[in-house]
């Protein structure tokens, strides 16, 4: 289907980012720090290989103040507004609430340049294979807040036909902010949260410099109802338990 | 002249950006315009000049009385110090709640097989609820009441967004300082109700 | 008046169609009943003869009991009065009505939406696919047999909230976790997605050869759903050759959230908070059109002081919206957020009164049937004052000092994205997008509601139809607002806000009704049949942003890609209206 590609969405969902090498260059390590020194041990630190670059780091966590300092200073979001809590979400970044005061200031409109994907509002099922794409384009580290009922478990229009109980049902989500919508300030108090978070990660257990670099979350498809892939291996056996249920039913 | 309506334009823009300032200077001498609760006041009036900015999470727009976000249940603390739930399980708010957020659990007492007029758990799933008030309007008992609290972020929604009844009871004493007024015009209609039964009880 | 009118309307009606056409008797509704075959000569007597240039609302209905199905069509004149109503009825198996989009372009969407919802199929429709659903997707939903997969109950409140109240998350009741149902039998393997090949193929493209081995073709882009200048999760599809537009589809349903089946299953009041979240910036007009429509079968009038308070937020809304608009428009042209901020702020300050009146900056839930929620607390007032005669006077005067006369506005506006007249009459355009062509077409004069009978202001009318017509009427649109702002709140009365007592469970009796206002975005309008049941039989809802896009095409045809954007924005739909 050449025609279905979309200009924001180029290229297939299959795409998969590297984990941030470039990023060591930038905080400066210095190659010629060569004493051995005890890494702490990590709790599941079995998969855990730290890089070449690191070995004989004096301070983990020195490093890894700074390293949250930076990001937690510059959460750029995504531009991605999808219901009524899209608005309350242009609100936060415009003059009375201005989150530039918190560094999120620049929105980014492609996923490519964006840490943390703010789902304001109601995902539907026609929207969900775009969200998890998006979702999927944006390079680590990457954050998902919900925002408001719709995003975090449905909201109030959950048992619509087209609508998905919470967006958590296919993209991991690191902060859920209620409230319908949540004002601005339940917003800012929402993304503070997520700089708390982002100050306890900690360089030598984060998910992107693990081994197994985070996999794309296959894309749902659009057939007579929404079909998860991660589904399909008991499909059949759910579907039967369905069409059961539905000729017991029919039999009382 | 080709250029005229953007020179125009130009100068609002610095019009706004010198307010600032100039407001600024004004409050100088009155402690400066930021973490003030008074300047906040004017700053966000219709009297707001220059920077319109609140510094949240320093300084806080203070929400209207009849903000309302989730709703919460009140109690009463008797002479003995029990707490008393207003809530007599009457099912009115769970009925007219759009979304059909509330769950509300009643029993019967052991001994009397009578229905006891208070509920026995009382859920309400904020996942769901859109915050629109209704339960809070309609509950005869003036019972539950929408909460001014607003910052609920959580990292977990299975653990987090289902409000119990412990997590929902809040004292009539919180009540009647989130929301005064309505608690004064409340109390008062209460009175008014207990004075005119105690009036009919007299008479009869 | 009305009466001598309708009775010779009807003669001339009678003498032409005899039998083919007859007035619709049932209990509390009007109109008439026109017989499939006839409803083309119908349609083209009542346009052409009768006057009734604008068709304003199609709605399909499912009598699943007497086994049919009806479309209703509203009619009005754009010279103003009441509607004309005609409906057509079929049978609910293979239902096929004939096409109305040659004789009122404007159908076209909303014939579309009757048959992706309700399966009736429009014969001779150009263009008949699914619009706010996907292809491929299982059944009409609105149809009353249909469930979803979280179908608790037909009526709300659900039996089992109370008095067991076992509280669940409803996914763990469905086998599937998710809100999700397959037809019988349905497997994946083997299956193929239908995929978007219909919506391609009705772009028709183009492709040609020069003679010379080199060749040119037209190419297809696609814009949104996820796109800063869509104004939320629309799709565009554009045919392009080089830069200009050849053809355009607007692709919706992103934000399709079942308004109309959960009103379906709500009662009366439950429905308010709904309708909040229709046009989420307006969220008072919205309650406006909804009591309006419901008050009109209970036959109940709100009192005095409620009938003022309304019109006030009203117009306050009116005020946000174009603000709002005024400010994305720009966003849209490239003035990168600045002139947004500055209409945010005057946004912000009356989300303030709103908040404090009703307690919630967006989703006001302010209305109730007969009256209000509540009176305003102490010192709003002052507030509302204060905003009409001095804030929002001295706001919009500078706004038109920041951008009618600059220079790059003009040019991208000017000419740009031109609806004439008879389009925008054609295509049911409605609100600022109809009065920017030239047409003084407002409800608020029209058929005025409430008590807008009793203010002085004007219908403001523009009469290129562009672009930057469409930015000039809103402002004009404000000053007007501002205008019957200053009266109404000088003339506020005390008193009541309620008419009887606020209950949670009307009585609402049979019969159907359609009540409209002008909301900021156009005429929003509110089709509801009541059986007599606690929920409504029918909730349909006329939605300008919806109604709007139908233009969308034709403005954009020969325009270059990036006004595209700068028409959409001088449209100004909000998604939630467009999708429901
Ligand atoms: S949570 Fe409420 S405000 Fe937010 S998108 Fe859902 S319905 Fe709209
Ligand atoms: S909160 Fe009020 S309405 Fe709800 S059950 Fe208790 S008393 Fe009844
Ligand atoms: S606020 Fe509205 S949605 Fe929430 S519990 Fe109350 S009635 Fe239900």
């Known amino acids: ?252 | 002249m080709y250029g005229i309506g953007l020179i125009k334009g130009l100068g609002v823009t610095l019009k706004h950006f010198v307010e600032t300032y100039v407001e600024d200077i004004r409050w100088l001498s009155r402690g400066g315009r930021y973490y003030d609760e008074e300047a906040l006041k004017v700053r966000q009036s219709t009297a707001a000049r220059g920077i319109f900015t609140v510094q949240y999470p320093e300084e806080k727009l203070p929400v209207p009385e009849e903000f309302r976000y989730i709703p919460f249940l009140i109690y009463e603390v008797d002479e003995d110090g029990i707490k008393v739930d207003r809530c007599t399980s009457c099912g009115i708010c769970a009925k007219v709640c759009p979304p059909q957020c509330i769950w509300i659990v009643r029993s019967n007492d052991p001994e009397t097989g009578r229905p006891v007029p208070a509920p026995t758990d009382f859920f309400i799933d904020i996942d769901i609820c859109m915050n629109c008030g209704l339960c809070a309007e309609y509950c005869p008992f003036d019972a539950i009441k929408m909460d001014h609290d607003y910052e609920l972020a959580s990292h977990d929604r299975f653990k987090d967004h289902i409000f119990d009844k412990e997590r929902l009871d809040h004292p009539l004493s919180y009540y009647a300082e989130i929301r005064p007024r309505n608690y004064a015009e409340e109390e008062r209609a209460r009175a008014e109700k207990e004075a005119a039964k105690a009036a009919r009880r007299k008479s009869k | 008046m009305a009466e001598t009118e309708s009775t010779k309307v009807l003669d001339e009606i009678k003498t032409k169609f005899g039998d083919a056409v007859s007035p619709d008797e049932r209990e509390g509704y009007d109109g008439y009943l026109v017989r499939a075959e006839n409803l083309l000569d119908f349609a083209t007597f009542v346009r052409d003869a009768l006057g009734y240039d604008y068709l304003s609302s199609v709605t399909g209905v499912d009598y699943i009991v007497e086994d049919k199905m009806e479309v209703v069509y509203h009619a009005y004149r754009t010279s103003g009065g009441p509607a004309l109503l005609f409906k057509v009825q079929t049978q609910r198996e293979k239902s096929v009505v004939p096409s109305l989009v040659s004789i009122y372009p404007g159908a076209d969407f909303q014939e579309r939406e009757a048959w992706d919802l309700l399966g009736i199929e429009f014969e001779g429709h150009p263009d008949l696919r699914r619009i706010l659903l996907w292809d491929g997707f299982h059944g009409h939903p609105l149809r009353k047999d249909w469930r979803e997969a979280y179908f608790e109950e037909d009526q709300k409140p659900f039996g089992n909230r109370w008095p067991e109240g076992k509280v669940y998350r409803i996914e763990d009741k469905v086998p599937f976790n998710k809100n999700v149902k397959y037809p019988a039998n349905f497997t994946p393997e083997g299956w193929v997605p239908e995929g978007e090949g219909t919506l391609y193929a009705s772009l028709g493209r183009m492709e040609k050869s020069n003679g010379n081995g080199t060749g040119s073709e037209h190419i297809v882009v696609n814009l949104g759903p996820q796109h800063p200048s869509t104004h939320g999760v629309f799709r565009m599809v554009a045919e392009l050759d080089g830069e200009t537009i050849v053809d355009l589809k607007p692709v919706m349903g992103y934000l399709h959230r079942n308004h109309e089946k959960i009103g379906e299953r709500n009662t009366y009041i439950m429905n308010m908070p709904f309708t909040d979240r229709l046009d989420y910036i307006c969220s008072m007009g919205n309650n406006f059109a909804y009591a309006l429509s419901v008050e009109k079968l209970m036959d109940v009038q709100p009192p005095e002081r409620a009938e003022y308070l309304r019109v006030i937020m009203a117009e306050l809304t009116r005020v946000v919206n174009h603000f709002w608009a005024i400010g994305f428009l720009l966003n849209d042209l490239g003035a990168f957020f600045t002139p947004a901020l500055y209409a945010i702020n005057e946004r912000e300050l009356i989300l303030d009164v709103f908040e404090a009146v009703s307690g919630s900056r967006m989703m006001c839930n302010y209305f109730r049937f007969g009256g209000l929620a509540r009176d305003l607390p102490p010192g709003t007032a002052e507030v509302i004052r204060d905003l009409a005669f001095e804030r929002l006077p001295e706001k919009i005067d500078e706004l038109e000092r920041y951008l009618t006369e600059n220079e790059i506005v003009r040019v991208r506006g000017e000419g740009v994205g031109v609806l004439t007249a008879e389009q925008a009459i054609g295509f049911a355009a409605a609100g600022p997008v109809l009065r920017a062509s030239g047409v003084p077409y407002d409800v608020r004069k029209a058929e005025p509601y409430s008590i807008y009978d009793r203010f002085d202001f004007d219908v403001a009318v523009r009469y290129n139809g562009d672009v930057y017509d469409r930015y000039l009427i809103r402002v004009d649109e404000i000053r007007q607002s501002i205008r019957i702002l200053q009266q109404a709140i000088q003339d506020l009365p005390e008193g009541e806000i309620q008419t009887g007592r606020p209950q949670y469970q009307v009585r609402v009796p049979a019969g159907e009704s359609y009540g409209r206002v002008e909301n900021p975005k156009g005429e929003l309008g509110f089709y509801v049949i009541s059986d007599g049941s606690p929920t409504p039989y029918r909730y349909h809802i006329r939605a300008p942003s919806f109604i709007n896009v139908t233009g969308m095409a034709e403005m954009s045809r020969g325009q270059k890609i990036a006004d595209v954007v700068a028409i959409l924005g001088s449209i100004d739909i909000v998604l939630g209206e467009t999708d429901r």
């Open chain 1, 1 to 252: 289907m050449p025609l279905g590609v979309s200009i924001i969405f180029s290229g297939s969902g299959a795409w998969q980012q590297t984990g941030g090498r470039p990023l060591f260059a930038e905080v400066g390590m210095a190659e010629d720090v060569n004493q051995e020194t005890p890494i702490p041990e990590e709790e599941n630190g079995s998969e855990f290989e730290i890089p070449e670059e690191l070995r004989g780091q004096v301070t983990i966590t020195t490093l890894d103040k700074l390293y949250n300092w930076g990001r937690r200073n510059s959460v750029w979001p995504m531009m991605f507004g999808l219901a009524c809590c899209a608005i309350e979400m242009i609100c936060v970044a415009a003059s009375r609430y201005d989150f530039s005061r918190f560094g999120m200031e620049v929105m980014r409109p492609s996923p490519r340049q964006s840490d943390l994907m703010i789902v304001s509002g109601t995902v539907t099922k026609k929207m969900i294979p775009q969200i998890v794409r998006l979702y999927n384009q944006m390079p680590e580290p990457k954050y998902v807040l919900a925002m408001g009922a719709c995003a975090s478990g449905g909201g109030p229009f959950k048992e619509g036909y087209n609508v998905v109980s919470g967006v958590d049902k296919f993209v991991p989500v690191d902060v859920y902010v209620p409230g319908c919508p949540p004002t601005p300030q339940a917003l800012l108090h929402g993304l503070i949260t997520l700089q708390e978070k982002i100050d306890k990660q900690s360089i030598q257990s984060v998910r992107w410099y693990s081994k197994q670099a985070s996999e794309p979350i296959p894309i749902p498809i659009l057939g007579p109802d929404l079909i998860d892939p991660r589904d399909l291996p008991d499909f059949a056996e759910r579907q039967a338990a369905v069409e059961e249920k539905a000729a017991a039913e029919a039999k009382t």
